[in-house]
């Protein structure tokens, strides 16, 4: 008996892509939603009020800390106790954003500070408007330093975006599971959806690093 059953993988091809578009789309858009809610909560932290610091530490420090699993198991299996009933593609989305985005506004928090002190000192001895400096003077500095650390966090999304399969979400993960299921070979197929997650990373640390070139390096 073959360890690897290629015919099967060759076979099922086709239906474990048919995964691809909930894979990326889950990832893509919890980035975009990430991204943002990110540097929001990164400008939050930057505020004077003791309030708003405190708000955001508790939320980076709960989501950092909690396993992805347990947050989309809280969303898609507990809420219904409380009358909520959420579908899995939306539980997906809203988890991978909520914890994108914690990560994200560390990565900011951190690039902002990488800034020059004396940056912001001659935006406001121009008399620019805080909101200005930090649109057009920081935050275009900060996006440059910020993007290797960005790329990663996308291409942990990607991988971790399998996790969407515990709640039935159809992306390839839970694809190559009903075929393994069904043809008693979870083997063969976890090889398979392996390679294509593989293929994914690669194609976008590619893109990655043309962005880095273009955008760092310049």
Known sequence: MSFINFKLMIDNFGFVLTGLPYTLGIAGLSFVTGLTLGLFLALMRRSKSFFLQTLVQAYVSIMRGVPMIVVLFMLYFALPYFGIQLPALLCAYIGFSTVSSAYISEIFR?????????????????????????????????????????????????????????????????????VGGREWDYMSMYILVAFIYWSLCILFERFQNYLEKRLILE
């Open 110 to 178: 951190s690039s902002i500070a990488a800034i020059d002190a004396g940056q912001w000192e001659a935006a406001r001895a121009l008399g620019l408007p805080q909101r200005i400096i930090v649109q057009k003077v920081i935050l275009p500095q900060a996006i440059r330093v910020a993007i290797p650390p960005l790329g990663n966090v996308v291409v942990d999304m990607i991988k971790s975006s399998s996790l969407a399969a515990m709640i039935t979400v159809p992306d390839i993960f839970q694809n190559a599971r009903i």
